[in-house]
T-cell receptor, first 113, second 113 residues
Framework: GEDVEQSLFLSVREGDSSVINCTYT??????LYWYKQEPGAGLQLLTY?????DMKQDQRLTVLLNKKDKHLSLRIADTQTGDSAIYFC?????????????FGKGTKLSVKP | DAGVIQSPRHEVTEMGQEVTLRCKPI?????LFWYRQTMMRGLELLIY????????DSGMPEDRFSAKMPNASFSTLKIQPSEPRDSAVYFC???????????FGNGTRLTVT
């Protein structure tokens, strides 16, 4: 079945850039998502990219998609301590027939002052 | 909009007791999802509904788990009887339609002793 893989941990210093990577197996993915989970809270949608795009930028966030390699990355520029959280990659196939997203296990980002 | 509302936020119960978790999706959203999150297994989809109809319950662990959606604004997840291995955070999420970004509630932390 479909699978989404992420590294479990990433540690960076405040002010540096963070890059969180994700690979997926479903070649029919139409949308790919990044969610953020802060302690004690649910997942919050950060950004998403349509599969026919290579890049999407939203303020400090840059999403890069390499569809050939099925590789997705999230870059956070000028990382702040408030960015410390778990980041989940998720993919969605044709929304008409499949309702659920497939999530990775999440990458815990720790930002050191 | 108040977002997805889950209750209770915390539930502590003894093994063998019945547990009912509740969810109110965002008004106008047609899809509703129940997820379970543990350290070991990450985020697991238990069941999802489209237009109040259960579409895929293959993630429900066993017959002790049941979910209902009697109307568009309310869903329950019931565990009867509960076991210590059911201890987890249970999230409800809703989306506008199948395949759209999910909006998560803040979860119910269930502890079964």
């Amino acid at each position: 079945g479909e699978d989404v893989e992420q590294s479990l941990f990433l540690s960076v210093r405040e002010g540096d850039s963070s890059v969180i990577n994700c690979t997926y197996t479903d070649s029919s993915s139409t949308y790919l998502y990044w969610y953020k989970q802060e302690p004690g809270a649910g997942l919050q949608l950060l950004t998403y990219i349509f599969s026919n795009m290579d890049m999407k930028q939203d303020q400090r966030l840059t999403v890069l998609l390499n569809k050939k390699d099925k590789h997705l990355s999230l870059r956070i520029a000028d990382t702040q301590t408030g960015d410390s959280a778990i980041y989940f990659c998720a993919e969605s196939s044709d929304g008409g027939s499949q309702g659920n997203l497939i999530f990775g296990k999440g990458t815990k980002l720790s930002v050191k002052p | 909009d108040a977002g997805v509302i889950q209750s209770p936020r915390h539930e502590v119960t003894e093994m063998g007791q019945e547990v009912t978790l509740r969810c109110k999706p965002i008004s106008g959203h047609n899809s509703l999802f129940w997820y379970r999150q543990t350290m070991m297994r990450g985020l697991e989809l238990l069941i999802y509904f489209n237009n109040n109809v259960p579409i895929d319950d293959s993630g429900m662990p066993e017959d002790r788990f049941s979910a209902k959606m009697p109307n568009a604004s309310f869903s329950t997840l019931k565990i009867q009887p509960s076991e210590p291995r059911d201890s987890a955070v249970y999230f409800c999420a809703s989306s506008l339609k199948a395949g759209s970004p999910l909006h998560f509630g803040n979860g119910t932390r269930l502890t079964v002793t």
